[in-house]
């Protein structure tokens, strides 16, 4: 093989982390992407300019703007004067986008992340951040490169392309690739075509088309690969090329992440930002194979759900804590393959080489689940719980109701899970009686882990609500923030897009990020949980006679200290999971405790009076926890004056609240 520079060796290759990507952890896809390609006999080293960049403007400055709004698009704009020095100007872009940001707006005016950013400092790290392109483009070594190849997903995409510009005007035999998720089908069609200076674009699983895209390219070949577009692609942008997938997940290397600690070694003031290491088990999602949530556009075109066996997937995870000395992981699945549950969670168990593991799951586990997965190390849960709200679920297609996902919160909160959610608000559908029944629900479960607030819908390119928009009666435009971003006519900018806004059928417009009015009662209501959680007690033990002694610290107790009497005890046991009357019928008469419904549903009617039980329909849940000793909270101790402590917090909230 020979180089594209006409020398006689392998064609070397460079892979370039751009900013804003994540600090927190090694980027697994460019990861494996070197394992594959020096496994196809090709030298591949990994720039990590995330943590290069962080160092400049400071790690703190850095993970702030990394953790921006993605709708608001402010990493990009960091580096959209980098870029093109068209684009309109910083002040343009808080005047005219960053108005519809109210509660983003704080990044610019006050102290976020501990990195004071405000408009003088983005001035400040926008002119470092052209600097910074110049010197890395720069750099000599940089030349000997055959290939260069960039990450490109959400706010890496600007960075990506300046420095890749001033890296081809250097040194025009390098042929210069962007993949990731800002390449995916038609956006990567049109990246060839806007910006010139790339040579390739890559949809679909790079760590399959990569080495084949190598190899055509080391013979002379024309490059011809699924999924893999050049400027002189004649199909339509909206013709939609299936790119290459991997289907065997086991033939995959282990990623590479030696080039990840060698870039914090030389940035030692930044470790502490790291977080864990990332391992997949999967890819697609298979709840979205039958039903698409109308939101999400994580999988582009490669929805199809696809696992490691067991075996590897618990050797891969022995293999990088041993290699790497980091017990703290972090599963990048979708979903966790169910098959799992029995197979992978009872063998780590037994071997738990790792001290924390974080998974994204569906909110319907059962008890029985979420008790393997904690026994098995897994500290944190991503359920995609999304709202409190049935009727918003349904309109989201998330297969689930409100009070499973309650029921999801009281028993990891029981067993010790940490359970990382948001609310999602803005959704085409809902009305203001949602946020009611949200809002009423929410002050029953203050001593259940909060949301980490509320999130307007964004439409993500590839949803539903994108691919069909007239079916949910909206009309879909491009985030606002893209025109401060690109020197380009809007077609372009339509085609680049991954975010966009949306207009409902009856004129409303959905331009602005903050949760509509309705909803400003069940904000209020979310702060005040967020403030009161762990330090309010909505919880029972067993008595020696077998009856139910509940604490109760919540504002809306009916009593702090209460003991259910027998047939209390018994009916509210079972429904100690979402249940129906009839079921609890069915269950005390095998247990040799029979009532008859209308008794039950008596019982139940108190304790919903009481606040003890939540009805949704014909369902119900007790809502306290028992006593295990099991906590995801440090500071959960010690008691509150409830009625206080709630009132001066509400207050607080209501002023700050707009």
Same mark, same amino acid.
């Given at each position: 093989?020979?180089?594209?520079?006409?020398?006689?060796?392998?064609?070397?290759?460079?892979?370039?982390?751009?900013?804003?990507?994540?600090?927190?952890?090694? !980027?697994?896809?460019?990861?494996?992407?070197?394992?594959?390609?020096?496994?196809?006999?090709?030298?591949?080293?990994?720039?990590?300019?995330?943590?290069?960049?962080?160092?400049?403007?400071?790690?703190?400055?850095?993970?702030? =703007?990394?953790?921006?709004?993605?709708?608001?698009?402010?990493?990009?704009?960091?580096?959209?004067? +980098?870029?093109?020095?068209?684009?309109?100007?910083?002040?343009?872009?808080?005047?005219?986008?960053?108005?519809?940001?109210?509660s983003t707006a704080s990044v610019f005016f006050g102290d976020v992340g501990g990195?004071?950013?405000?408009?003088?400092?983005?001035?400040?790290?926008?002119?470092?951040?052209?600097?910074?392109? @110049?010197?890395?483009?720069?750099?000599?070594?940089?030349?000997?490169?055959?290939?260069?190849?960039?990450?490109?997903?959400?706010?890496?995409?600007?960075?990506?392309?300046?420095?890749?510009?001033?890296?081809?005007?250097?040194?025009? !035999?390098? %042929?210069?690739?962007?993949?990731?998720?800002? +390449?995916?089908?038609?956006?990567?069609?049109?990246?060839?075509?806007?910006?010139?200076?790339?040579?390739?674009?890559?949809?679909?699983?790079?760590?399959?088309?990569?080495?084949?895209?190598?190899?055509? =390219?080391?013979?002379?070949?024309?490059?011809?690969?699924?999924?893999?577009f050049s400027k002189d692609d004649t199909t339509g942008l909206d013709q939609e090329?299936? &790119?290459?997938?991997?289907?065997?997940?086991?033939?995959?290397?282990?990623?590479?992440?030696?080039?990840?600690?060698?870039?914090?070694?030389?940035?030692?003031?930044?470790?502490?930002?790291?977080?864990?290491?990332?391992?997949?088990?999967?890819?697609?999602?298979?709840?979205?194979?039958?039903?698409?949530?109308?939101?999400?556009?994580?999988?582009?075109?490669?929805?199809?759900?696809?696992?490691?066996?067991?075996?590897?997937?618990?050797?891969?995870?022995?293999? =990088? %804590?041993?290699?790497?000395?980091?017990?703290?992981?972090?599963?990048?699945?979708?979903?966790?393959?169910?098959?799992?549950?029995?197979? %992978?969670?009872?063998?780590?168990?037994?071997?738990?080489? !790792?001290?924390?593991?974080?998974?994204?799951?569906?909110?319907?586990? @059962?008890?029985? /689940?979420?008790?393997?997965?904690?026994?098995?190390?897994?500290?944190?849960?991503?359920?995609?719980?999304?709202?409190?709200?049935?009727?918003?679920?349904?309109?989201?297609?998330?297969?689930?109701?409100?009070?499973?996902?309650?029921?999801?919160?009281?028993? +990891?909160?029981?067993?010790? $899970? *940490?359970?990382?959610?948001?609310?999602?608000?803005?959704? &085409?559908?809902? *009305?203001?009686? /949602?946020?009611?029944?949200?809002?009423?629900?929410?002050?029953?479960?203050? !001593?259940?882990?909060?949301?980490?607030?509320?999130?307007?819908?964004?439409?993500?390119?590839?949803?539903?609500?994108?691919?069909? &928009?007239?079916?949910?009666?909206?009309?879909?435009?491009?985030?606002?923030?893209?025109?401060?971003?690109? /020197?380009?006519?809007?077609?372009?900018?339509?085609?680049?897009?991954?975010?966009?806004?949306?207009?409902?059928?009856?004129?409303?417009?959905?331009l602005s990020m903050e949760a509509p009015p309705y909803a400003k009662r069940a904000?209020? =209501?979310?702060?005040?949980?967020?403030?009161?959680?762990?330090?309010?007690?909505?919880?029972?033990?067993?008595?020696?006679?077998?009856?139910?002694?509940?604490?109760?610290?919540?504002?809306?107790?009916?009593?702090?200290?209460?003991?259910?009497?027998?047939?209390?005890?018994?009916?509210?046991?079972?429904?100690?999971?979402?249940?129906?009357?009839?079921? %609890?019928?069915?269950?005390?008469?095998?247990?040799?405790?029979?009532? /008859?419904?209308?008794?039950?549903?008596?019982?139940?009617?108190?304790?919903?009076?009481?606040?003890?039980?939540?009805?949704?329909? *014909?369902?119900?849940?007790?809502?306290?926890?028992?006593?295990?000793?099991?906590?995801?909270?440090?500071?959960?101790?010690?008691?509150?004056?409830?009625?206080?402590?709630?009132?001066? $917090?509400?207050?607080?909230?209501?002023?700050?609240?707009?």
């Amino acid at each position: 093989m020979t180089g594209t520079n006409g020398a006689s060796r392998p064609l070397r290759v460079l892979l370039v982390n751009a900013p804003f990507g994540l600090i927190e952890y090694p !980027h697994l896809g460019i990861s494996l992407i070197k394992a594959v390609t020096e496994q196809a006999g090709f030298p591949c080293d990994i720039l990590y300019a995330t943590i290069e960049f962080a160092k400049v403007v400071g790690f703190a400055h850095y993970r702030a =703007l990394e953790s921006a709004a993605s709708p608001l698009l402010l990493p990009e704009r960091i580096f959209a004067s +980098a870029l093109s020095t068209n684009v309109p100007s910083l002040d343009a872009y808080f005047e005219g986008c960053v108005r519809h940001f109210k509660s983003t707006a704080s990044v610019f005016f006050g102290d976020v992340g501990g990195g004071n950013l405000n408009r003088d400092n983005i001035r400040r790290i926008e002119k470092l951040a052209i600097t910074y392109c @110049d010197e890395l483009a720069a750099r000599p070594e940089l030349g000997q490169y055959d290939v260069i190849g960039f990450s490109s997903s959400f706010g890496q995409h600007t960075a990506a392309l300046a420095i890749a510009k001033r890296i081809k005007a250097r040194h025009p !035999h390098v %042929v210069i690739c962007v993949g990731g998720a800002n +390449a995916e089908g038609a956006m990567g069609k049109q990246l060839v075509r806007s910006f010139p200076f790339v040579d390739y674009a890559f949809s679909g699983d790079g760590d399959m088309a990569f080495p084949i895209f190598l190899r055509q =390219l080391a013979a002379g070949r024309k490059v011809d690969v699924p999924g893999v577009f050049s400027k002189d692609d004649t199909t339509g942008l909206d013709q939609e090329i299936a &790119p290459l997938t991997r289907e065997d997940m086991d033939a995959l290397p282990y990623p590479d992440f030696t080039d990840f600690f060698a870039a914090y070694d030389r940035a030692p003031e930044g470790k502490s930002f790291m977080r864990a290491i990332p391992i997949e088990a999967s890819r697609g999602c298979w709840w979205g194979e039958k039903h698409h949530c109308t939101f999400c556009g994580l999988n582009g075109l490669t929805m199809k759900h696809r696992s490691k066996s067991p075996e590897r997937f618990v050797a891969e995870l022995e293999y =990088l %804590v041993g290699r790497y000395g980091q017990k703290r992981v972090m599963a990048t699945d979708n979903i966790l393959d169910m098959k799992y549950l029995r197979s %992978v969670i009872p063998m780590l168990k037994e071997r738990h080489p !790792h001290d924390v593991l974080f998974w994204e799951v569906k909110s319907n586990l @059962d008890r029985d /689940d979420l008790r393997a997965l904690a026994e098995a190390g897994v500290t944190e849960i991503q359920p995609g719980i999304e709202s409190l709200s049935s009727h918003v679920l349904q309109l989201i297609d998330k297969g689930v109701t409100a009070i499973q996902n309650v029921q999801l919160l009281k028993w +990891a909160e029981e067993i010790g $899970i *940490t359970v990382v959610w948001t609310t999602l608000t803005g959704v &085409p559908g809902e *009305t203001p009686e /949602d946020y009611v029944v949200m809002a009423e629900l929410m002050q029953k479960i203050p !001593h259940l882990q909060p949301s980490r607030g509320f999130n307007r819908v964004s439409i993500d390119r590839f949803a539903p609500y994108f691919k069909w &928009p007239e079916r949910y009666g909206i009309t879909i435009h491009p985030a606002l923030a893209y025109r401060y971003v690109y /020197d380009l006519p809007e077609d372009e900018i339509r085609n680049l897009a991954f975010w966009f806004y949306y207009d409902c059928a009856n004129g409303s417009s959905r331009l602005s990020m903050e949760a509509p009015p309705y909803a400003k009662r069940a904000v209020q =209501l979310r702060a005040i949980w967020e403030s009161v959680y762990g330090r309010v007690r909505c919880c029972y033990d067993l008595t020696p006679d077998g009856l139910v002694a509940i604490e109760d610290t919540r504002p809306v107790a009916a009593a702090e200290h209460v003991t259910l009497d027998a047939t209390e005890t018994a009916v509210f046991l079972a429904a100690d999971g979402v249940t129906t009357v009839e079921h %609890v019928a069915r269950e005390l008469s095998a247990d040799g405790c029979p009532l /008859d419904v209308e008794r039950i549903a008596a019982v139940l009617a108190d304790l919903e009076a009481r606040k003890l039980v939540h009805r949704e329909g *014909t369902r119900w849940l007790a809502l306290p926890n028992r006593r295990t000793g099991e906590t995801n909270n440090p500071q959960v101790a010690g008691g509150v004056n409830k009625s206080y402590l709630w009132r001066q $917090i509400e207050k607080h909230v209501e002023r700050r609240t707009p």
